[in-house]
């Protein structure tokens, strides 16, 4: 067979950089983790679980099966969806004429952007990463005004953009996902006065209870657009709309697919309009378990959620690893969404759907279990009280910083292995747990020879050997490319923001360094000690960098016995660290022997204590925001709004809003 590049020759270039991520099924999902699909907690995706009314089901039965309705599965559906688009204007009080149904809302937004002459379109990060996808697709280059400190949009920074871009294209989402935020009507008021199409994407309008449909009148440059995957419960479906100006709805019509949407979403979607106050009864539900889920998130040791007006909320991780967190939680049943190098700058954040009172009770366990693994008060608060005379905080890297046991370890096991002899991750473990051990190419040849291996090499060939795989090549790289960063850089950022911060490692300099830059960690250390200023216990490398703070009390966070030796032999306070695939029941006796004030848990999120506000107390779970008038009269506490009041007033932010923060709250971790 002929190779690729002889095949895609035949391609457009430019979208060789596209790479598709599928979703994983879930049945695939619970064969991987071991819990059964119906214990799974679905909460990454933004969808109503809920049943669909029993009518919705009949209706699909009836549609695709009778010809009675004039479709069937045998027979091709309405190109010009004369029903369901009389379905829909009817629910926005408009005409037929201004309406154009799609294969969900992702059909309809290809449709406009293909529509378009636009050389051009701004959007606000972050925000739907489709927009840029169909940028890519039709050749129209994204423009990106980044949105406020608060997630709402840059009105004054759009309309600079369009102007200075003669940009004819906007796709805005109201609420934003993933952040929940609305974009109000009299903003959207003054983007329509541009010469510019703006597309208000309201796929979660239905549970913010406001609308820009009400301002079609107004402007013919206003397009809203709209699905039933999220309020109506018709994900697995796809049905979306879009509402605009007649001459712009005939032009997407003719340009739209014939058939893009099929007998089975156009029954089920026009019978959700007709059962729609059956459904806004789960979407009420999915509100209340919103709620319940912000006011525990608040409480939450490592979780900060942000103000949302969706059936979702966006979340700061701090103090731990959103990976980590998410990963927890999928190994116990519960998806949450986590960006990470998809998600630009908001890789420590995850994204919680609204779901079931049960998926909520299985979320709340499993946050609590990630906790109680996760945090030990005993020990937070010991370093709570270390805090009056703490002068600076020192970091041992390995097992601390970077977790290295596919790296440093796996080297040591590795090279043993090339001079015949069999080491296992116990027996580094033991001889770290004695002491004495903190050059990993002396302890590799004691660990030699502890096997009785002959003839017996020497330091030099375990050196080199050790080396080859740590280091890697040109052509393949070394281990130390699985290193992976432990402590949440959040944390990290506001702990260098309060103390002067060193390293102490038994790294050579050349380690060191790629560490700081592969992890970009330079600009948080005021001082560094390595193999080369001295070899732990001794305090000769903990006081050399002490000397550079010039400091003379602080601490040494470190994972061994000869980390604690050397802060103590160098007089300031030596505290434990537990490293990946280390236990409390195990570690925390020989640490403690050796010194430790006390042990922290994998990642060290007990360092919070070492900063000036708990994250529980600064964010208590009762601190809401009277909602505005507009907003409470339409919509009190039970939830959604009903379709019968639903366009007497523009948009506002949802009741459930946090009061503002003080300055310097911590790290934004979005563009």
């Not at 370890?409 to 027996?427: C, K, L, P």
Request: charged residues 20%; hydrophobic residues 45%.
């Amino acid at each position: 067979m002929a190779g690729k590049d002889s095949v895609l020759k035949y391609t457009r270039p430019d979208l060789a950089s596209l790479i598709y991520h599928p979703v994983r099924p879930l049945d695939v999902i619970s064969a991987e983790i071991g819990v059964p699909v119906k214990d799974i907690a679905k909460l990454d995706a933004n969808e109503n679980l809920h049943p669909v009314p029993k009518e919705m089901m009949e209706a699909v039965t009836h549609a695709l099966s009778s010809l009675d309705s004039g479709c069937s599965a045998q027979i091709y559906p309405d190109p010009t969806q004369t029903n369901f688009r009389a379905d829909i204007a009817k629910l926005h009080g408009l005409q037929p004429s201004q309406v154009v149904a799609g294969s969900g809302s992702d059909d309809i937004l290809d449709i406009i952007m293909r529509l378009t002459c636009a050389d051009s379109c701004i959007i606000c990060p972050p925000t739907f990463g489709m927009y840029k996808f169909l940028g890519a697709l039709t050749k129209i280059k994204i423009i990106e005004v980044p949105r406020k400190p608060n997630f709402e949009v840059d009105v004054e920074g759009v309309v600079a953009a369009v102007r200075a871009h003669k940009c004819k294209l906007l796709m805005l989402p109201s609420p934003n996902n993933p952040t929940g935020t609305l974009l109000p009507n009299h903003h959207i008021r003054v983007l329509c006065e541009e010469d510019a199409l703006v597309v208000i994407d309201e796929a979660y309008a239905d549970f913010a209870g406001c609308s820009a449909d009400a301002l079609l009148g107004e402007f013919s440059n206003l397009v809203v657009c709209r699905t039933f995957s999220k309020w109506a419960g018709l994900a697995g479906l796809r049905a979306g709309y879009a509402l605009g100006h007649p001459a712009l709805i005939e032009r997407m019509l003719a340009i739209k697919q014939p058939y893009n949407v099929n007998v089975a979403a156009e029954a089920m979607a026009r019978a959700a309009l007709a059962h729609r106050e059956a459904i806004l009864v789960t979407v009420r539900s999915l509100l209340a378990e919103r709620d319940k889920t912000i006011a525990f998130l608040h409480a939450y040791r490592f979780t900060r959620p942000h103000p949302t007006a969706s059936n979702f909320v966006l979340c700061d991780v701090e103090g731990a690893d959103a990976a980590a967190l998410h990963l927890f939680l999928r190994s116990k049943g519960v998806l949450v969404r986590y960006f990470g190098t998809q998600g630009g700058q908001l890789q420590n954040n995850i994204r919680i759907s609204a779901g079931r009172p049960e998926d909520t009770a299985r979320l709340f366990a499993a946050l609590k279990g990630f906790e109680e693994e996760r945090w030990s008060q005993p020990d937070a608060d010991a370093l709570a009280a270390l805090k009056p005379s703490l002068q600076c905080v020192l970091f041992d890297v390995d097992g601390v910083l970077l977790d290295v046991s596919k790296s440093f370890r796996q080297a040591i096991v590795e090279t043993a292995q090339e001079f015949g002899a069999e080491v296992s991750g116990a027996d580094i473990s033991a001889a770290k747990a004695r002491g004495g051990a903190n050059n990993d190419w002396s302890l590799t040849l004691a660990l030699i020879e502890a096997k009785r291996v002959s003839p017996l090499p020497s330091l030099q060939q375990v050196t080199a050997a050790f080396e080859r795989r740590y280091q890697g090549s040109a052509e393949a790289p070394g281990l130390k490319a699985s290193e992976k960063l432990l402590l949440a850089r959040p944390l990290l950022a506001k702990l260098a923001n309060k103390f002067p911060l060193g390293i102490v490692t038994g790294r050579p300099r050349k380690d060191l360094d790629f560490a700081l830059d592969a992890f970009n960690l330079r600009e948080f250390f005021k001082a560094t000690a390595v193999m080369e200023d001295g070899i732990k216990p001794s305090a000769a490398p903990v006081t050399h960098a002490l000397k550079q703070l010039g400091c003379t009390a602080g601490l040494l966070l470190g994972d061994t016995v000869d980390d604690c030796r050397a802060a103590v032999a160098a007089g300031i306070t030596a505290v434990g660290v537990l490293a990946p695939g280390h236990t409390r029941s195990v570690d925390t006796p020989l640490l403690q022997a050796a010194g430790a004030a006390a042990v922290l848990s994998e990642g060290m999120p007990e360092l919070l204590a070492l900063l000036d506000w708990p994250l529980s107390l600064l964010f208590p779970p009762s601190s809401p925001r009277a909602p505005c008038p507009s907003q409470r009269a339409l919509r009190p506490a039970s939830g959604a709004p009903s379709s019968s009041t639903r366009r007497t007033h523009s948009c506002c932010y949802v009741p459930f809003i946090t009061k503002n923060r003080k300055e310097g709250r911590g790290l934004r971790l979005w563009g």
